[in-house]
């Protein structure tokens, strides 16, 4: 199961890398419409989702957590593509919508990382991404009114945190995988 999951590493680095970047332009541009704003959540919630998706048809194969994981992709190309469709959908629903989306994504990691703590090492950090994602989700259900700047600051953080750990996690999956083939291939 674990060289599954260590197979498509890469779709974690883009996850990262496209966290980041998402992290980077709410901090730059807090000030940005409630339009504007949820099409940027629109298009990473999507993408973030699509990336888990290809990641886990690919190399998902045999994986007893495969349908949690679908199921995380799916709601999240599904959150992504109405977000975009609609992005004059009001402030509350936007903030609630991206609540849901952060406790699932962030359970989902979670219970991964707890899934294959004996397999694999440094698994801590899979659960501080999920722990930060359900943070995330929680502080916006509890402060669901706070104004377009403020939302911004605060998925920025949260994105610049979240793409940090799914960076580093996805380097490790890298060193990891490299290992095991390099093992693999001199038996």
Known sequence: ML?????YWWTYLVRGILALL???ICLVSPGIT???LALWVGVFVLLDGLFGLIGTLVNGKGLEEKWLLILEAGIGILLGWLIIRMPEVTVLVLVLLMAVWAMLA??????LAIHLRKEIKGEGWAILGGLLTVG???????LPNVGVVTLAVII???ALLVGGVLIAGGLRMRKLHSAI???RDRS
């Open 3 to 7: 060289q599954q999951i260590l197979r």
């Open 22 to 24: 998402f992290g980077v």
């Open 34 to 36: 409630l339009q504007i």
């Open 106 to 111: 962030g359970v989902t990691r979670i219970a």
């Open 136 to 142: 995330m989700g929680v502080l916006l259900v509890l």
């Open 156 to 158: 920025g953080i949260s």
């Open 181 to 183: 083939k390099d093992h």
